[in-house]
């Protein structure tokens, strides 16, 4: 079992769930930090979305290629303990925003007008 290999690839599942947390969640806030369109918006949403299934299932094949082959000398001072723990820590760190996203309600500023309504001043 290489220790190396398998700490990168837990490395790239990391950032994966960093890229699934800001674009599902705070996508909204990144366009308007960046003063996007709301054709731009999505664009960043899917592009976010791809990206981070990208790097997630790198580091999981990266992962699986540490468990099969065999472990060197430089493996014995590594720790993937951190890597798995901050792991779990996202993962729920997802859920209760998951979790959160559906009791909020829907005060966002740039709610689209529906067909027939019309803007009072």
Do not use: W
């Not at 079992?1 to 969640?25: D, E, Q």
């Not at 990144?30 to 976010?48: D, K």
């Not at 790198?58 to 472990?71: E, I, K, N, R």
Request: charged share 15%.
């Amino acid at each position: 079992m290489r220790k190396h290999t398998i700490r990168n690839g837990m490395r790239l599942v990391l950032a994966a769930l960093i890229v699934i947390i800001i674009t599902s969640f705070y996508y909204d806030r990144v366009a308007e930090i960046l003063s996007l369109s709301f054709e731009a918006e999505l664009r960043v949403y899917r592009l976010g979305i791809f990206c981070a299934a990208a790097l997630g299932g790198y580091g999981v094949v990266q992962s699986a290629f540490g468990l099969v082959l065999p472990g060197t000398h430089r493996d014995s001072g590594v720790r993937v303990l951190p890597a798995f723990l901050m792991i779990v820590t996202l993962v729920s760190l997802f859920f209760y925003l998951l979790a959160a996203s559906f009791d909020s309600t829907k005060n966002s500023p740039r709610d689209r007008l529906r067909p027939g309504e019309t803007l009072t001043i």
